[in-house]
């Protein structure tokens, strides 16, 4: 099944080019970026903003975004606002590319931006139509052909179902540092935290830098030896991409951590780690969650919050009660409230807790900035405990 939609190209003449869906659909536009074919898991992010951001987002490492948004690029592309030192997209399709940025911080086009860094895209397309179909379908494995690659509809098919699945993909190592390295503290230093990286976005370290917090960034292969080297007052565990099934080895580290009682806190794959740590699965959600938009309840306070989400699988763990586990009780401390996904978890009987969304929330929105504050005042608690003992 073919769609196209006519008058939606970008000024600057570009070659043909086709997104083909694993099930058959097809959408054809003009390329966007850089000229070729790519393969990727397709994900829709509801952002309006912020494209910046999600492009460097290393949790999007080997899928292929559509921007919900009709009109992207249009504040270029500045130095200032990526999460990571590239982007890790696999693939980008948008609707109506700028014709011309138009930004005080903007260097370069995106147009530019993903020519130079390989990244093929589509543009032109019906994204609303895209978008519809992956709610009805759900996420599923895609590929963008132009240029030589462009060839007929079964072809391009084939290679699509050949491509490897999200499902059991073990990604964090390929995005995170291979080499450990320090956010110094801004202002008087207070605490000492291990950031374990599988993924981490570059805001991450500096809002906790801003609350006093020296942040010692190590590789997803550390090991509790490693993250005790740093004599740290509280352990973080980052987002990052792939299928938390397979992600043996931060558990084990993420258990070695919680049987010390140090401070722990974890954000979107690091909530998937500390689900399967405390005992609980995990599942692939029919199509995630993606923008900037999401509302979320904390359950303990009842505020509502509009939230930065980019997840394809979640927790499974029991909704309305305390759950016994090695560690003490816990329960789920955070609900998306368009489908009651869990969104966080929290130990009682120990310092640790977690959410499945984005508090650093770079491009927005910053209602869940708090959740910095509570790590923080859980590791003071916690290390005024250990004075008065």
């Known amino acids: 099944m073919t769609t196209s939609t006519k008058g939606i190209a970008s000024a600057r003449k570009t070659p043909p080019a086709a997104l ?49 948004a009709p009109h992207i690029g249009n504040t270029g592309v500045n130095d200032e606002d990526a999460e990571s030192k590239r982007i890790w997209v696999a693939g980008y399709v948008v609707r109506d590319p700028a014709r011309v940025p138009s930004n005080w911080r903007s260097r370069r086009s995106l147009d530019d931006e993903l020519r130079a860094q390989g990244v093929v895209g589509i543009s032109g397309i019906d994204t609303r139509a895209l978008t519809r179909h992956l ?6 494995r895609v590929g963008i052909f132009s240029g030589d690659t462009l060839s007929d509809e079964g072809t391009m098919l084939a290679e699509v179902r050949q491509a490897p699945e999200m499902k059991g993909a073990d990604l964090s190592a390929e995005v995170a540092t291979e080499e450990a390295y320090v956010v110094p503290a801004i202002g008087e230093k207070k605490f000492t935290v291990a950031a374990v990286d599988l993924g981490i976005k570059g805001m991450t370290p500096h809002r906790m830098a801003e609350r006093g917090i020296e942040v010692h960034v190590l590789p997803a292969t550390a090991t509790a030896a490693d993250v005790y080297a740093v004599n740290p007052d509280g352990v973080f565990f980052s987002n990052g991409p ?14 070695a951590v919680l049987e010390r009682g140090t401070p722990l806190f974890g954000i979107c794959f ?8 405390l005992g ?20 303990t306070t009842g505020k509502v919050e509009v939230t930065a989400h980019n997840h394809g699988f979640a927790v499974d763990a029991p ?6 586990t090695p560690y003490g009780r816990a329960e789920v401390s955070h609900v998306c409230l368009n489908d009651n996904v869990v969104e966080g978890l929290q130990l009682l009987d120990r310092p640790a807790f977690s959410v499945q969304y984005h508090p650093e929330a770079a491009a927005g929105p910053h209602d869940a900035a708090y959740l910095f504050d509570r790590f923080t005042s859980l590791m003071n608690t916690v290390k005024m405990e250990g004075q008065r003992a």
């Open 20 to 68: 083909v869906l694993e099930d058959g659909r097809v959408f054809r536009g003009r390329s966007y970026g850089a000229v070729g074919a790519t393969f990727g898991e397709a994900v829709f992010s509801t952002g309006m903003t912020g494209y910046q951001e999600t492009l460097t987002d290393p949790s999007y490492h080997r899928q292929v975004v559509v921007m919900t």
């Open 135 to 140: 709610r009805e379908r759900g996420a599923m």
């Open 242 to 255: 792939g299928d938390p099934a397979t992600a043996d080895h931060p558990v084990s580290l993420m258990q």
């Open 270 to 277: 690091g909530n998937q780690i500390l689900g399967r740590a």
């Open 280 to 299: 609980f699965g995990t599942y692939k959600l029919k199509y995630g969650h993606r923008g900037i938009n999401q509302p979320v309840q904390d359950r």
């Open 319 to 324: 909704l309305d009660q305390v759950s016994d």
